[in-house]
């Protein structure tokens, strides 16, 4: 499970934001084809604040939906795997335009 690794980089970085402060909330970014397991983050979370700055923070978690751009046609559409094909012409060939993203989008500290 590769979300426990994640959880404790996200940690740290978070402790590193905070400079000492106690951390009352975090809020990741996570883009439905980043291959992160939202729920598998939420799981981990106690477990890596434990005796950390973040002990006892709240988790909030913003999906963010996949989007690509069509590089046949230029159509933007909603996609769930790197591999849908376009809906307007049917082309495979696309550009991510959201949905990759994992990141820390806001602390909020004492």
Known sequence: MHEMSITQSVVEICEKSAGGRRVLAVTLEIGDLSGVVPDAIEFCFE???RDTLLE?????????PGRGECTSCGKEFPVR?????????GAYGMRVVSGEELRVKELEVE
Not at 82 to 88: I, N
């Open 81 to 89: 795997g790197y591999f849908d094909p376009c809906p307007a012409c």
């Open 47 to 49: 477990a890596c604040t």
């Open 56 to 64: 006892g923070a709240r988790l909030v978690i913003e999906r963010v």
